[in-house]
């Protein structure tokens, strides 16, 4: 049984699902843990079905990956 989503459904899982992708990107320059910390994170809060909490997880989410960009530049990482 397909579950029915909304317009508003749609787009956050689109954006979770974008950055997901963008995150293991990043992750290929750093070290093979993290990519399952965040591979866990991501499944930890698959089951959340309010949208604030969403919204607020999306953009910490975005930050952290962010930072985590930055610092592996810093680092010498290449992309």
Do not use: W
């Not at 909304?6 to 979770?16: H, M, P, S, T, Y």
């Not at 699902?17 to 990107?25: E, P």
């Not at 990519?35 to 309010?50: A, F, V």
């Amino acid at each position: 049984m397909a579950l029915a989503f909304d317009l508003q459904d749609f787009l956050l899982r689109a954006r979770a699902l974008k950055l997901y992708r963008q995150a293991l990107r990043v992750t290929r320059r750093a070290p093979c843990e993290l990519r399952s910390t965040i591979r866990k994170e991501m499944e930890d809060s698959r089951d959340c079905n309010d949208r604030q909490r969403i919204r607020y997880l999306l953009s910490e989410g975005l930050e952290r990956l962010k930072r985590l960009d930055e610092m592996l530049d810093m680092q010498g990482h290449p992309e």
